[in-house]
């Protein structure tokens, strides 16, 4: 069974940090265009960043130089280092892969939920100020 689970959310105040993770099972993830998205309270869908199965990365614009992607293979886990958390970083935060597609059409499909082939629960990130 393919299956994402993410974990590590919480709450911080402005300026801390949080390590997201994302255990994949039932499918090798370094195969796969793995993606961040978040979702803020009462808006759409926000692209984070993506890595491709040849571990490059990219990053969106809302990341300002502020967070981490990672991948651990031998652990089949996702990672997203959140640091310098801003109140409008509060969201659920998704990971997601992709399959079937080179990166580039992976990034233009980005916020296209149909191009995904699987999605975790989601994790909640809070930040006060």
């Known amino acids: 069974q393919v299956q994402l689970v993410e974990s590590g959310g919480g709450s911080v105040q402005s300026g801390g940090s949080l390590t997201l993770s994302c255990a994949a099972s039932g499918f090798t993830l370094s195969n796969y265009t793995m993606t961040w998205l978040r979702r803020p309270p009462g808006k759409g869908f926000e692209w984070v960043a993506s890595?491709?199965?040849?571990?490059?990365?990219s990053y969106g614009d809302v990341v300002g130089g502020r967070f981490t992607m990672s991948r651990d293979n031998a652990k089949n886990t996702l990672y997203l280092q959140l640091d310098h958390l801003r109140p409008e970083d509060t969201a659920m935060y998704y990971c997601?892969?992709?399959?079937?597609?080179?990166?580039?059409?992976?990034?233009?499909?980005?916020?296209?939920?149909?191009?995904?082939?699987?999605w975790g629960q989601g994790t909640q990130v809070t930040v006060s100020s």
């Open positions: 890595t491709s199965s040849s571990g490059v990365t």
């Open positions: 997601a892969a992709q399959g079937g597609m080179c990166f580039a059409e992976a990034i233009r499909k980005r916020l296209q939920q149909a191009a995904f082939d699987s």
